[in-house]
């Protein structure tokens, strides 16, 4: 099962045509590391294609035939054990529950991202992959803010953020919120 919703950013026909033709959609799981009012996040290495040396969640891509259905955790979890070999030194991850997922092509790359996020817990910090993460911080919302003020924000963050601020982990929204017309 996946979100199929209309993702509300203009783009010219040409532009699309081009997109099309050169690259396809993105599909990755985010884990979220939360507790005691804080949350794990990475800094993403100046390597990484969309969103680079920005503060963010852990992620990793996948291809839509290995998780067909994103309320099965048994299917997550064995994405979110590939991630921790590849990015986080093989420091094992434990999927607690699925939040929420959205898709929107409001991006650096302009190309549709669908992301399905999950709670997660690590035995202990990671030894981050530099291909992929330079630094990792626990934050407080307003302690993200401070951290990420003239970074652009991406979608996991606005879901993240909205999730807090519903949930109530959070007095205000730390990045814009998900538009109705991206989830």
């Known amino acids: 099962m996946r979100p199929t919703p209309d993702d509300g950013c203009t783009v010219t026909q040409e532009r699309l ?5 050169t690259m396809q959609d993105i599909d990755a799981v985010i884990g979220v590391w939360y507790k005691d009012g804080r949350t794990y996040y990475v800094k993403r290495s100046a390597e990484m294609q969309n969103y680079p040396n920005v503060w963010s969640l852990l992620s990793i891509q996948f291809k839509p035939e290995q998780l067909p259905d994103f309320t099965d955790l ?3 979890q064995k994405i979110m054990e590939r991630m921790a070999e590849e990015r986080l030194g093989g420091v094992p991850v434990k999927l607690t529950g699925y939040v929420k997922s959205s898709r929107c092509s409001d991006n650096p790359m302009h190309i549709p991202v ?3 996020m999950y709670r997660i817990e690590l035995e202990r910090e990671p030894e981050l992959n530099p291909r992929y993460y330079v630094d990792a911080a626990w934050f407080t919302p307003e302690e993200y803010m401070k951290a990420s003020e ?5 979608l996991c963050m606005r879901m993240w953020s909205d999730y807090c601020y519903q ?4 007095e205000k929204r730390f990045a814009p919120p998900v538009r109705p017309d991206d989830e």
Request: hydrophobic share 50%; charged share 15%.
């Open 150 to 154: 003239k970074a652009t924000c991406g």
């Open 74 to 76: 048994e299917a997550a």
């Open 17 to 21: 045509l081009v997109m099309e033709a």
């Open 167 to 170: 949930m109530g982990l959070s």
């Open 114 to 116: 669908t992301l399905h």
